[in-house]
């Protein structure tokens, strides 16, 4: 069965302050891997994806995530924050297209000025 | 355009009433899900469907849940009767590949 761990339920960081959000995971196959945000009141979003290739993804605003495979982790980084960047962050994993994906706990980064 | 929508955006009753939350994927999408978030639990798998049949339904908490995908573009997830412990904000997400898309969610209180 697959299982991921997000290690650090709350963040608090000052702003242009870089930031990692640790996320491991277990499973005994391939793996896709994820990371979405959530704002207050609205649903989750996608923020990147590792499904095949090179092992650095990176979104549109700025964050990356590595996969390591030997480490079985996936964390993800930012070098410097916005305020903007409150938010809930989930890291999630899967096996194979159309499965359902299994979902950390959370990470609450908290952007302060 | 059109994400996945979900109706009820806020749902408000009392134990013991049924509740139905409804869903529509995005067009094209072939799986669909409905997820529950509580602070306790996180974000939970409930079940999901494949081409409008289920495939997995294992974490429906009771038999008071139950779930229909009648087309490819509706779903609904039951809760009679209703509890308490079942307020939660409900989510539906729809796939075409290994990501999913989410839609707002339902916030659900039972009083």
Redesign the interface.
Known sequence: AQSVTQLDSQVPVFEEAPVELRCNYSSSVSVYLFWYVQYPNQGLQLLLKYLSGSTLVESINGFEAEFNKSQTSFHLRKPSVHISDTAEYFCAVGDQAGTALIFGKGTTLSVSS | DAG?IQSPRHEVTEMGQEVTLRCKPISGH??L?W?RQTMMR??E?LI?F?NNVPI?DSGMPEDRFSAKMPNASFSTLKIQPSEPRDSAVY?C?S???????????T?LSIL
């Open positions: 996945v072939d799986y899900f997820y996180g974000l798998l999901y494949n997995d989510f997400a796939s075409v590949g290994p990501e999913l898309h989410f839609g707002d969610g916030r």
